[in-house]
Structures are given as C-alpha cells and as structure tokens.
C-alpha cells in the first residue's frame, strides 16, 4: 500500500477485509497508537497488519494511523459493516466539521467518487501547510494533534449534536495542560518548538486567543470521558518527559491533574515511565528534538523526498522489466505450443504495460515530472504500468 499514491483507501480497505480485527478493543487501539507515536503527535511506526513495500515517511505514517484510527473507532462504536458505509461515515464527519476542504482542482482530479475525495480530505488534516510546492520538496509540518479527530468522531458516532462546541473544549484543555505543564518545568530548546508545533495544529482555536489561565482545570470537572481523560494526562506526560526526573514543582502539577482526571498514582507513574522510554528509544527519529536550523531542515526534507522518488521508481523499473523477460519467455513458448488461458491472459497484460511505460517514463523525466505525473495519473485513468501502481487490487 502507498498512501502517496491515490487508490490507497481503496487498497486499506481490503487489506482490513481480509484480516481479522489485530485490537481486542479500543484501549488496545490507543495502546498501538500510542506506542506507534500517533497520540503523542510524531509519526513512527503503523500497524503490522499493513504490508508496505517501500520505507514510508512521516506524512504517510500519519495518514495511515489516522485511517486505522478511525476506521477501528468505527467498528468499535458501530459494529464491523460494509466498507463503503464507513467511508462514506468518515467523509460526513470532516465535511460535518467543515474544517477540511478540496481545491477546484483536487475536484476536477478526483472527481465524485467518495473513496478520492476522502483522500483528499485526509491530506487535508495531515498537512499544517496547504503549500504544495512544500509538499513536493518534503518541508511540510505534520499534524500533531490528529487524535483529535479520533475523540471527536466518537462524539459524531454517538450522536452528539455539540460536536464543534466539544472540539473546542477538547483542544483548549490540551493546549493548557500542555502550556501549565512547561510552565512547572524548567523548559528547554525542545520544549518550545513543542509548544510552537502543537499551537500550529490547532484547528478548532486559535492560539492567539486562548487564554493560558487556571480556569481550564474547572473544565475538567465536565462529563469528558475516560478515553479523553487519558489523552489529556499522556500529553502532560510528554510536555515534562525530558529531564527523566520529577522537581516538586512538577511533581505537584502532574500528580494534581492526574488527581483532577481521576487517575490513580500507579496510573501515573507508569504512564510517566512509558513516555521516558519512548522519547528516549525514538529521539533520533523525532524531528523537534533536533537543533537543526531551518535551511538543514528544508534541504534535509527535499533530500529526503528526491531519494524516496529514486528508490522507489527504481525498485518499479527493476519489476516492470523483471516482468518484461517472463514476457520474452512466454512469447517464445507460444511459437512451438499452445499457451493457456492463464498465460494468454498474462502476456496480453504485460504487452499494455510496457505501451504504457512509454508515456508515463517520458512525463517522469520532464522537469517537475514528479508534480506532473500524479495529474495526467488522475485524467488518464490507468496510465501507469502495473509496477508503478502500490495500491492496485488484483481482481479474480
């Protein structure tokens, strides 16, 4: 599956499908979620259910956590049904929100279909820049609140009709526990760009206009549910995570608002101690915690993106033409015997993939045909060979 590329909800959808559910339920989810990074708002890892075939980057973790976040919400609220209806559930949510958007031309590319536009719905929410030509080179920021979405689209399942009002709430208790927690710390370089990254996903307020006082703890006394409450006390976990020690001062804040969510001492310390071991297995692979300034980071990020556009249309060539030589084989077969009807089917199918590389190989090489291709892929439906299609779903 490549979630680069379009077709990929279509390809998760079968892949989900096929397996059994890999979470016994929701707290399962949220502990793969959160060992994977996705509540704590990096991207790291995805669900071992999912086969991909190329290292994916931090955007593409992303969009696969939140699809498998969302869709195991679904079964878990509503019961495992047809794809379709949760497809079509997801779309209503975002449009519902009215928070993400599809460009003029993403309409023209995608068209009515549910499947690509709620692709593009998700790009939407992964990327805190709508900048393509920022996409292109890798540079742009990722979402660190997307789970969120997650605890809002429980509240949308279940019916309730103050979505938007709760979204507020929930993403303003957030940044306040986050903002009151640095302030119990003697804060660090990391610990800004922290706050600096999370105010920058912020969808439902604006940061500006919070208000950083003691009146978000008198929220905490609301009817939040316990899956909330554990999200608000893992993200004040990570906002102190960094100095591996407690002061009394932040000993104080975490233990009184883990008071405050109902959580025991026991539930505290372990969640502390999972956050310290995370932060310290993973902080080469966390790109706030680095002090790079932002020329390494924009050419660290295009580089990254130019050797993943390399790697992987290598590894296609390589296929398309390993595919090319069974070709070769079949068609000297045929000269002495009869082939079958499997093998016809084959060579009738490697025959139109290798007219087809012709085009898609001559746009890839134009300038900016890594831009280019992924539009004429969109009006002419099909027009890249097999090799190059990850999410392509073999019919029977």
Not at 21 to 40: C, H, M, T, V, W
Not at 77 to 82: A, F, L, N, P, Q
Not at 320 to 340: F, H, Y
Request: charged fraction near 25%; glycine fraction near 4%; charge should be negative.
């Amino acid at each position: 599956m490549n979630p680069s590329a379009s077709g990929w909800i279509n390809k998760f959808g079968h892949l989900v499908d096929k397996e059994t559910s890999p979470f016994e339920d929701f707290n399962a989810l949220y502990r793969e979620l959160k060992q994977n990074g996705f509540i704590y708002g990096v991207h790291l890892n995805i669900s071992s259910f999912i086969e991909v075939e190329h290292a994916l980057s931090e955007d593409e973790i992303a969009k696969i956590n939140l699809l498998t976040a969302l869709y195991f919400t679904y079964s878990f609220e509503v019961g495992k049904t047809d794809f379709d209806a949760f497809v079509n559930k997801v779309f209503d949510y975002y449009q519902s929100l009215d928070v993400s958007r599809i460009s003029f031309l993403n309409k023209i590319l995608t068209g009515s279909k549910t499947e690509s536009q709620l692709e593009k719905l998700i790009d939407s929410r992964i990327y805190l820049s709508d900048n393509t030509f920022s996409r292109a080179l890798g540079n742009s920021l990722t979402n660190s609140l997307l789970y969120v979405d997650i605890l809002i689209f429980m509240i949308y399942l279940r019916g309730n009709k103050n979505m938007m009002e709760h979204a507020q709430i929930l993403e303003y208790v957030t940044i306040n526990i986050v903002y009151h927690a640095l302030n119990s710390k003697e804060t660090h370089e990391s610990d800004a760009k922290l706050i600096q990254l999370l105010g920058s996903s912020l969808t439902y307020v604006d940061l500006d206009e919070a208000h950083f006082d003691g009146n978000y703890s008198d929220l905490l006394k609301q009817n939040f549910t316990s899956n909330e409450k554990d999200y608000f006390l893992d993200m004040a976990c990570l906002t102190i995570w960094e100095d591996k020690t407690l002061d009394y001062t932040e000993t104080d804040y975490i233990f009184g608002l883990g008071n405050d969510l109902g959580k025991s001492k026991k539930d505290i310390e372990f969640e502390l101690e999972f956050v310290k071991n995370f932060f310290e297995q993973n902080k080469e692979k966390i790109s706030y915690l680095n002090n790079k300034n932002l020329a390494v980071q924009f050419y660290d990020g295009m580089s990254k993106n130019v050797s993943k556009l390399i790697l992987r249309n290598s590894k296609r060539l390589k296929k398309e033409l390993t595919e090319s030589r069974e070709l070769v084989a079949l068609l000297s077969k045929s000269t002495v015997k009869d082939l079958s009807s499997e093998e016809k089917k084959k060579v009738q199918n490697q025959l139109l993939d290798i007219f087809k590389s012709i085009p898609s190989l001559a746009i890839f090489m134009l300038p900016g045909g890594a831009i280019l291709l992924p539009i004429f892929i969109k009006l002419i439906p099909k027009l890249l060979p097999s090799a190059f299609d990850d999410n392509r779903v073999e019919e029977n």
